[in-house]
């Protein structure tokens, strides 16, 4: 049974944040994602989901500075007291909304450089995304957490250090962790990659969280080039019981576009 969450971030917008929480439950959603929380306390959010009986699936640790173009810290050399302060007050958000997973953005490697330095640049990022995410999964882990790793295409985050899934399937083995688990977008797979449904199946054992967008304009997801009933009938026949995060831009008021979902409890 595919169970969608409403990314809040994304979808919504017509409504102030705090109230995009009733906006998903009255059409439908279950579940709810979104970039960070860290605007809002806990208890004002913990407060949104239980008004609207929703089940809150996914946020990202605190990604460095957001505004001046920073998209996480985890591989990032030099700034590992950053990252597990992160971490600290992403469980501790996670604890209180009840949020069984964090994702942890890998961030931006470094502009510029000739070969050898991009090279040495690269080599350093994953030695220190290696070992922040073994300290992170092992922290969750004491909480009863997941983090997950999500690659990122690099056409909408240029330089963004995880990019392909066998680079991510590589880190997770290396990692060996096993709260250490994938995030799988659909729409970012598409774009560097294609092949979801190989990818899916290859993939599945170490899939904690499912996105979609349509492609290529991340528009609902019955636009575009990616056709997603197959891929829901797909992760159904696998067994998948997570959540798939609608992580998307309407292209119009967010309500008027959910007919794609319809099929899956969602309602216009």
């Known amino acids: 049974m595919i169970r969608l969450a409403?990314?809040?971030t994304m979808l919504f917008g017509e409504h102030e944040f705090l109230d995009r929480f009733a906006?998903?439950?009255e059409?439908?959603?279950n579940g709810v994602e979104y970039l960070f929380p860290y605007a809002y306390t806990p208890d004002a959010l913990s407060a949104a989901l239980n008004e609207s009986r929703l089940e809150q699936v996914l946020f990202n640790l605190p990604p460095g500075d957001w505004e001046g173009g920073e998209r996480g810290l985890t591989s990032l050399p030099g700034r590992e007291p950053e990252f597990r302060d992160s971490l600290v007050e992403a469980l501790h958000y996670a604890e209180v909304l009840g949020c069984p997973r964090v994702h942890a953005m890998a961030g931006l490697l470094p502009e510029g450089g000739d070969a050898n330095a991009d090279a040495e640049a690269r080599a350093a990022h994953h030695a220190t995304y290696v070992a922040n995410l073994r300290y992170a999964a092992r922290e969750a882990a004491k909480c009863g957490r997941e983090v997950l790793i999500e690659p990122i295409n690099t056409r909408d985050m240029p330089g963004f250090f995880l990019s392909h899934q066998a680079q991510a399937m590589a880190v997770l083995n290396e990692v060996g962790e096993p709260n250490l688990?994938?995030?799988f977008d659909?729409?970012?797979c598409q774009i560097m990659e294609g092949d979801l449904i190989r990818?899916?199946?290859?993939?599945f054992d170490v899939i904690g969280h499912v996105q979609i967008a349509g492609v290529p304009e991340r528009h609902e997801p019955d636009?575009?080039?990616?056709?997603?009933p197959a891929l829901f009938k797909r992760l159904e026949a696998l067994g998948y019981n997570g959540w798939v995060g609608c992580e998307y831009r309407p292209r119009g008021a967010t309500r008027s576009g959910l007919g794609w979902g319809e099929n899956y409890g969602l309602h216009v």
């Open 6 to 8: 409403a990314n809040l």
């Open 23 to 25: 906006a998903a439950a």
């Open 27 to 29: 059409a439908g959603f």
């Open 181 to 183: 688990r994938l995030q």
């Open 186 to 188: 659909l729409y970012h």
């Open 199 to 203: 990818h899916l199946e290859r993939q």
């Open 223 to 228: 636009v575009g080039e990616v056709h997603y």
